[in-house]
C-alpha cells in the first residue's frame, strides 16, 4: 500500500492553513497584500500519487483607504509602490505609507528605510539674492531617484519689485470736483480715490505704499501719485477708451499707463535701515473705468518677509511642499513611484517590502498621477486587502481537506492490518 497520495494531500494543506493563517494576522498591517497558495497535481507513469503546491500568488488588489489625519501618512490610491533605500544601501518597495521624519530631514518608514523620488537641483549654487537657487530651486522631475530630505533652512525675504493691481475708477467722478486733500510736506494731493499696500524691501521690512488717483480735465484721463512715509514717490497717468478699459494696441498689450507704456515704475522707494531701496513696477492689466464706485478688486505682489518652516504636506502628485511662516510654500521634492510589468513577481522581504526579480522584470518609475500610476491621498493609509471572511472559510475548508486525508492514512492502514492478518 502507499501512503504518499495522502501525505502529500497532509502537506499541501499544511501549507494552505499556514498561508491562511498568516493572512489572517496580518489583517489590520497596513499595506499588507494577502497570498495564496497554488496547487498542482502528481502523476507517475500516468498513475495520480498526489498534490504539490506549485508556487504562492500574491493579490496585489487595491486595499481600502482609511483617514488617519497624520500628515505622513500617506496612501497609493491606484497601482504603484513606494521606492525605499534599506540602511544596507539595497532598495525595496512598499505599499505602506507610514512615515516619519529623522532629526536629519530624512523621510523613513518604521524600519529606517528613506523614501525616495525627485529631488532639487543641487547645480545651482547657492545665493540668498536667488530665489531659486537650492535649497529653494526647483524639483527634478524624471532624474536619478534619490533618498528625500526636507531641508530646515529658512525662506529669506525677497524685495518686491511688481506690482499688479486690478481696481474700477468711477467714470461719473468729475474733475475738480468732489475732491479729497492729503497734506505733504512737499504740497497737498488731491484725489478721488486711494489704496494702498504692503511691498517689502531686501531685508523683508514691511513698506506701506499708498496710490492717489485723481480724474484730470475732460478726458478719460487720470493722474497715480505714489506716496510712502508721507513724501510723494512719482506719478503717471492712466488712459482709458470711451468704453472704460485701459488703451491697448492691435494685439490687445496695454498701451495706457503713462502716455503709451504697459506699466509704471516708482523708483527711489526708501527701505529700512541698511536695505537697498525699493524699485516697484505697477501694472494695471484689467483696470476699468466703469460708471460704479471706485473700488480694489485685487492686487498682487511678488514681495515677502522671511519665514521659518512652520510644516509641510504632501499633495496628490506626491509633490512634498514646505509650508513657512510667512505664508511662502516651497516644494522639497517629488515622490516617485515604481511600477512593474508583472507585480506577482515580486519577492517578499518581510516588513510590507519587496524586492524585483527577473520574474517581476525591471521598474517603472514616474511621477505620482502619471500613466498608470495612482496619486498619493495624504492623512490615510492603504489597509491591508485581506477578506477576514473568505480567509476562514478557506481555512475550514483546508482543515476539512486535512482530516480527508487523514482519514486516507487511516483507511490504508486498516487495509494494511488486515493484509498481514492473512
Do not use: C
Not at 497520495?5 to 497532509?10: I, R
Not at 518686491?160 to 468729475?174: C, P, Y
Not at 512593474?340 to 517578499?348: D, I, K, P, V
Not at 471572511?389 to 475548508?397: K, M, N, S
Amino acid at each position: 500500500m502507499s501512503f504518499t497520495t495522502a501525505v502529500a494531500g497532509l502537506n499541501a494543506q499544511s501549507d494552505k492553513l499556514n498561508s491562511a493563517g498568516n493572512n489572517i494576522a496580518n489583517s489590520q498591517t497596513v499595506g499588507y497584500k494577502r497570498s495564496d497558495v497554488l496547487f498542482a497535481d502528481v502523476f507517475a507513469a500516468s498513475r495520480g500519487i498526489g498534490v504539490q503546491v506549485s508556487g504562492l500568488r500574491q493579490d496585489f488588489s487595491q486595499g481600502s483607504i482609511e483617514s488617519t489625519g497624520r500628515n505622513l501618512d500617506l496612501a497609493i490610491s491606484g497601482e504603484g509602490f513606494y521606492r525605499l533605500e534599506r540602511p544596507t544601501g539595497e532598495v525595496g518597495y512598499s505599499r505602506n505609507g507610514e512615515f516619519g521624519i529623522t532629526s536629519t530631514g530624512d523621510i523613513v518608514n518604521g524600519q529606517g528605510d528613506r523614501l525616495m523620488g525627485y529631488g532639487m537641483d543641487r547645480g545651482v549654487t547657492a545665493d540668498t539674492d536667488d530665489q531659486q537657487a537650492f535649497p529653494f530651486s526647483n524639483v527634478l522631475v524624471g532624474g536619478a531617484p534619490q533618498a528625500l530630505n526636507i531641508p530646515v533652512d529658512d525662506i529669506p525675504a525677497r524685495a518686491t519689485t511688481e506690482v499688479n493691481a486690478l481696481l474700477n475708477l468711477d467714470a461719473r467722478a468729475v474733475s475738480g470736483q468732489d475732491l479729497n486733500t492729503l497734506e505733504l510736506d512737499g504740497g497737498d494731493i488731491d484725489y478721488h480715490f486711494s489704496n494702498n499696500f504692503t511691498a517689502y524691501d531686501s531685508l523683508g521690512n514691511a513698506i506701506n505704499v499708498a496710490t492717489y488717483f485723481e480724474r484730470v480735465g475732460n478726458s478719460n484721463q487720470w493722474n497715480v501719485t505714489a506716496v510712502t512715509d508721507g513724501v510723494e514717490r512719482g506719478s503717471f497717468t492712466l488712459d482709458f477708451t470711451q468704453s472704460g478699459r485701459l488703451q491697448t494696441d492691435a494685439n490687445g498689450v496695454v498701451t495706457g499707463v503713462n502716455g503709451g507704456a504697459q506699466s509704471a515704475v516708482i523708483t527711489g522707494i526708501p527701505g529700512g535701515v541698511d536695505a537697498e531701496d525699493l524699485e516697484l513696477e505697477l501694472k494695471f492689466d484689467g483696470t476699468t473705468q466703469f460708471a460704479a464706485d471706485s473700488l480694489q478688486k485685487e492686487l498682487n505682489q511678488d514681495g515677502f518677509t522671511s519665514g521659518a518652516l512652520a510644516g509641510i504636506t504632501v499633495t496628490e502628485t506626491g509633490v512634498i511642499q514646505r509650508n513657512f511662516t510667512n505664508g511662502e510654500t516651497r516644494a522639497a521634492g517629488q515622490i516617485a513611484l515604481a511600477s512593474f510589468r508583472n507585480e506577482e513577481g515580486l519577492q517578499s522581504l518581510g516588513n510590507n517590502l519587496w524586492a524585483a526579480t527577473n520574474s517581476s522584470g525591471l521598474e517603472n518609475l514616474g511621477a505620482p498621477g502619471t500613466g498608470r500610476l495612482g496619486q498619493i491621498q495624504a492623512e490615510a493609509v492603504e489597509a491591508s486587502n485581506v477578506d477576514l471572511a473568505r480567509e476562514l472559510v478557506d481555512t475550514i475548508v483546508a482543515q476539512r481537506a486535512y482530516q480527508a486525508n487523514s482519514n486516507t492514512i487511516s483507511t490504508q492502514d486498516e487495509l494494511l492490518q488486515t493484509i498481514i492478518n492473512l
